[in-house]
């Protein structure tokens, strides 16, 4: 099993940053890819970033790219979402997660199985 809490989140205004993090327990972290995803109200959780095992390889949405920097701490079991120049549509609840097969770095949700409660991300306009 694989226990994972986020933390971070919070109300920021428009154009403003903030880093999420995720700790991961249960397992030896260093050996599983993981990803951030959100879910906005009234809409279907959606893809964020992913990163590979080594932390060598990463992922990120159209909607994120450029803006969004996904990063892991492999001797603290932490991975992290940096947030910059935000938007009013990136107000969402963000979750981490790991994929099913567990070294391998994924981008969709069905490739998921252990999920975060997530954190609120609330952006002003």
């Known amino acids: 099993q694989v226990q994972l809490v986020e933390s971070g989140g919070g109300l920021v205004p428009a154009g403003g940053s903030l880093r999420l993090s995720c700790a991961a327990s249960g397992r030896i972290f260093s050996n599983y890819a993981m990803g951030w995803f959100r879910q906005a109200p009234g809409k279907e959780r959606e893809f964020v970033a992913a990163?590979?095992?080594?932390?060598?390889?990463?992922v990120y949405a159209d909607s994120v790219k450029g803006r969004f920097t996904i990063s892991r701490d492999n001797a603290e079991n932490l991975v992290y979402l940096q947030m910059n120049s935000l938007k009013p549509e990136d107000t969402a609840v963000y979750y981490c997660a790991v994929p099913r097969r567990i070294a391998t770095i994924a981008s969709t949700l069905g490739e998921y199985t252990y999920w975060g409660q997530g954190t609120q991300v609330t952006v002003s306009s």
């Open positions: 990163i590979s095992v080594s932390g060598g390889k990463t």
